[in-house]
């Protein structure tokens, strides 16, 4: 059975921080075969994907909206994905996946070419 379980949302005023983990388990293949994403859902809106990383952590792409604040990483060991964010804003109010892909080891920047999902964890940036 596969599981992407995230771990680490909340509530957190303007400014802060907090750090996101995915544990990953039951993948058909091995993990260090699997690009993995994070991808958020705002309420009313659609599915953005924010950061992807490559199979072995050499590449990484972040949407516009969070470069310079978001860091995605993982650790293949662990079969874990994590999601750092600084200076969070009001707008990256919203939930927050964690989302796998074969098809792509080299990670991608759009969130419906992911096959595997988590259930999400709530992020809420308010003062």
């Known amino acids: 059975q596969v599981r992407l379980v995230e771990s680490g949302g909340g509530a957190v005023q303007p400014g802060g921080s907090l750090r996101l983990s995915c544990a990953v388990s039951?993948?058909?293949?091995?993990?260090?075969?699997?690009?993995m994403g994070w991808v958020r859902q705002a309420p009313g809106a659609e599915r953005e994907l924010i950061a992807s990383i490559s199979w072995s952590g050499g590449n990484t792409y972040y949407e516009d909206s969070v470069k310079g604040r978001f860091v995605i990483s993982r650790d293949n060991g662990k079969k874990m994905v994590y999601l750092q964010m600084n200076s969070l804003k009001p707008e990256d109010t919203a939930v927050y996946y964690c989302?796998?892909?074969?098809?792509?080891?080299?990670?991608?920047?759009?969130?419906?070419?992911?096959?595997?999902w988590g259930q999400g964890t709530q992020v809420t940036v308010s003062s």
């Open positions: 989302a796998g892909t074969a098809d792509h080891p080299d990670g991608y920047e759009f969130a419906w070419g992911y096959d595997y």
């Open positions: 039951g993948l058909p293949f091995d993990f260090d075969n699997y690009g």
